[in-house]
């Protein structure tokens, strides 16, 4: 692994190592990555990371970085995913959202070995679901509690977090914890908390100077709740059942969720190919790891190049930061009247002069799995050249979300 930030490449580098190459492609720069794991490993100081695989969405990726010392296991999305992967000998899976899969739970039930899937649970509802579709369970399904770690200050007049589980106090904790041990067919193994608010809005936002100290504020004063209350949930579903596995964080909160002795593995995956919208934390930084390359098709003017296609925005609440960001050359921004297109995305800036039809223009996502349901293959990049072609989900035919 790498012990300092990768160096970014250059334009004329990447144009010489995709020479033989059409765009559009994708590709991921594995000396990017692995100083980007190398400096995550870093921030969590010895608890294991588990990788969120929304966010690398490509089996080999994954693979490769299941077989580097610190990270353990992977944070799954889908149960027809966590059951794929688990096909293909990936084992310690956490799925991180409630499923409603009926199909998919029959056969979650019917799994003989060991290394199913955790399942995501925050009500009596989503066991009785469980428990209906996975019928008389080879072995007990096991099971995970998620923990609100969304922010209620002001006696909860003002809510600031995602809106996911109901349970919050660890009276809720235990009460559910105590329903699961009654139920033969389900068995509680872990406790997960995000603290989205925390780990997945940087402190830095695009155009938004103004609300940095606010954010910042929001995030230490959640945090210090958070560290109490998560401690007393720990003890109070420990009462009832020996979980060994307390999940939290996320890539920009690797460092702060680490500080809670009660979290036993910390989650991750954004920070690998690092989207524009991890470069708006003051706290850490990475390289550039995956990008898309558009060729140049037209010149309507002489300021502005227009692509082909590019149109990919992230998901989140519409804004400007969700746009693909024209990275290499640099100097180039996306037509803020047309935006990136569907079939056509015109850049504007100083660089734009200068590209000729048939050249490319290397952009990066503002999320870091998404880009993979664009392409089939990811190339990866190490050195001067490419390394290998790889599939992503959707090149082994795989459509999750
Ligand atoms: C439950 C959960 N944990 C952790 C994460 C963090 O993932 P990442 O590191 O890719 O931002 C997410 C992201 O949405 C999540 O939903």
Sequence with gaps: MHRTAARERTYEELERIFAGV??????VDLDAMWSNADRMLQRAQGTPIRVASKSVRCRSLLDSIMQQHGFRGLMTFTLPESLWLHDHGFDDLLLAYPTADR??????????????????????????????????????????????????????????GVKRSPIRTPEQAQ???REISRRPGVELAA????EAHIAGLGDRPLGKRAQEPVIRFVKRRSAAEIAQRRAAVVAAVREVAPVA???????????TTREEDVVTEITAGSGFYAPTLFDRYSSFSLTPAAMFAMPVVRRPSGGVATLLGGGYPAS???????????????????????????????????AAASLRVGANVYLRHAKAGELCERFNT???????????EVPTYRGEGRCEL
């Design 103 to 160: 199909g998919a739970l029959g056969e979650l039930g019917r799994l003989e070995g060991e290394g199913g899937p955790i399942l995501m649970v925050d009500s009596v509802e989503h066991l009785d679901l469980i428990e209906a579709a996975a019928g008389t369970p080879a072995r007990p399904i096991r099971v995970c509690i998620e923990l609100d770690l969304s922010w209620w200050p002001l006696g909860g007049r003002v809510k600031i």
């Design 245 to 255: 596995i307390v999940n939290g964080g996320g890539t920009g909160s690797i460092h």
């Design 316 to 350: 989140g609440a519409a804004g400007r930061d969700r746009l693909p960001a024209p990275h290499l050359p640099r100097g180039l921004r996306v037509d803020p009247l047309e935006g990136a297109g569907e079939v056509q995305t015109p850049v504007t800036g100083s």
């Design 175 to 177: 009460k559910l914890a």
């Design 378 to 388: 990811l190339y990866l990049v190490r050195g001067g050249a490419i390394a290998d």
């Design 22 to 27: 059409d765009a559009p492609f994708a590709f």
């Design 191 to 194: 406790l997960m908390g995000y």
